[in-house]
C-alpha cells in the first residue's frame, strides 16, 4: 500500500504564490510517476501537472503553464507544485496522485493509482 500526504494549502490573495508538497510512503515500486491534480465546488477533478521519475518530463495543462511548476524529489519521496501568479480560478483542493512501475509520464487521471487526501487551495480576488 502507499500513502500520499499533501501539504502547503492556504488562503492567499491573487497574484501571489504557494508551494504545495506531497510525500510518498510505503511500497510504491522502484520507479513511479507522479502528478496534481484539483478539483473545485460542482467540477469534475481535472489534470493539473505531472511528472516523470525521472523529471526530465513533464506536463502541464494550459492554465497552469508559465505560472506552475512540478518537481520531484526521489531521495525524499517528495513531488512539490510550485504556484505562481494565483488567480481566483485556481481555488480547488489539490490532490497528488501516483502511478507505479513507470519511468513515463501520465495525462489522465484515470492511470493513476493512490491519491492523498488532498489539501485546500484559496485563492481570494
Known amino acids: 500500500q502507499v500513502q500520499l500526504v499533501e501539504s502547503g494549502g492556504g488562503l492567499v490573495q491573487a497574484g501571489g504564490s504557494l508551494r504545495l508538497s506531497c510525500a510518498a510512503s510505503?511500497?510504491?515500486?522502484?520507479?513511479?510517476?507522479m502528478g496534481w491534480f484539483r478539483q473545485a465546488p460542482g467540477k469534475e477533478r481535472e489534470t493539473v501537472a505531472t511528472?516523470?521519475?525521472?523529471?526530465?518530463?513533464?506536463w502541464y495543462a494550459g492554465s497552469a503553464k508559465g505560472r506552475f511548476t512540478i518537481s520531484r524529489d526521489n531521495a525524499k519521496n517528495t513531488v512539490y507544485l510550485q504556484m505562481n501568479s494565483l488567480k481566483p480560478e485556481d481555488t480547488a483542493v489539490y490532490y497528488c496522485a501516483l502511478r507505479t512501475q513507470t519511468t513515463m509520464v501520465w495525462v489522465s487521471k484515470a492511470n493513476y493509482d493512490y491519491w492523498g487526501q488532498g489539501t485546500q487551495v484559496t485563492v481570494s480576488s
Open positions: 510505503g511500497r510504491t515500486s522502484s520507479q513511479y510517476g
Open positions: 511528472i516523470s521519475w525521472s523529471g526530465e518530463s513533464t
